[in-house]
Every structure is written in structure tokens, then in C-alpha cells.
């Protein structure tokens, strides 16, 4: 079964940093696009940043200079380093990745997300 798990999430207070992990398994041919969403309480599901294969990255502009992607391609692995964490940043955060792999019996490339894992910034 191809699946991402995410870890990391937790209760911060502002100003604080946290660490997220995403680490795909499963029978994987590649990994393209690795990224962070995160969706709070009442809104829409939002980008939060996005790492290519080749390392490139992008980000929201609400996290920019405050929050790092980064990807272990040896492990499957992706990665959101997130400091100045302010109360605005609470969410659950999803992540989302792009992969050839065989999987329901077949091999294909689709789309495959996390379960997501709660950040909390509060004092």
C-alpha cells in the first residue's frame, strides 16, 4: 500500500518552531512534486510550499522567510521547517505528493495526500 505519513505536528507557542515530516512508502517508482497544504477551522485548503524533484521551491506568501521545505529523496521524505510560528499558522497541515507507483493493483501516477496533522500556536 502506497501511502504518506505525516509527524510532527503539536501545541506551540508563538514565536516557536516545529518540524514536519512526511515520509512516502509503499512500492514507488518516483516521486515528482512534494508539498504542504494546510487547512484551518472554516476555510479553504491553501497551498503553504512546494519543492520540485530537483529542488526547486515555492511559498505562500503569508510563510515566506518564515517557513523552509525540504526533501530527503533517499528516504522518501519530505520536510517544513517552520519558525515565527504566529497564531494564524494554526491548522492541519496535509502533505501532498505527485509519484509513479503501483498501487490498487496497477502502476500509475496520481496524486496521494496525508492525513494531515494538527498544528496548534497559542500561548
Known amino acids: 500500500q502506497v501511502q504518506l505519513v505525516e509527524s510532527g505536528g503539536g501545541l506551540v507557542q508563538p514565536g516557536g518552531s516545529l518540524r514536519l515530516s512526511c515520509a512516502a512508502s509503499?512500492?514507488?517508482?518516483?516521486?515528482?512534486?512534494m508539498d504542504w497544504y494546510r487547512q484551518a477551522p472554516g476555510k479553504q485548503r491553501e497551498l503553504v510550499a512546494h519543492i520540485t524533484s530537483g529542488g526547486s521551491t515555492n511559498y505562500a506568501d503569508s510563510v515566506k522567510g518564515r517557513f523552509t521545505i525540504s526533501r530527503d529523496n533517499a528516504k522518501n521524505t519530505v520536510y517544513l521547517q517552520m519558525n515565527s510560528l504566529k497564531p494564524e499558522d494554526t491548522a492541519v497541515y496535509y502533505c501532498?505528493?505527485?509519484?509513479?507507483?503501483?498501487?490498487?493493483?496497477?502502476?500509475?501516477?496520481?496524486?496521494?495526500w496525508g492525513q494531515g496533522t494538527q498544528v496548534t500556536v497559542s500561548s
Open positions: 509503499g512500492r514507488i517508482f518516483s516521486i515528482y512534486g
Open positions: 501532498h505528493a505527485e509519484m509513479a507507483a503501483y498501487s490498487e493493483g496497477r502502476s500509475s501516477i496520481r496524486d496521494y
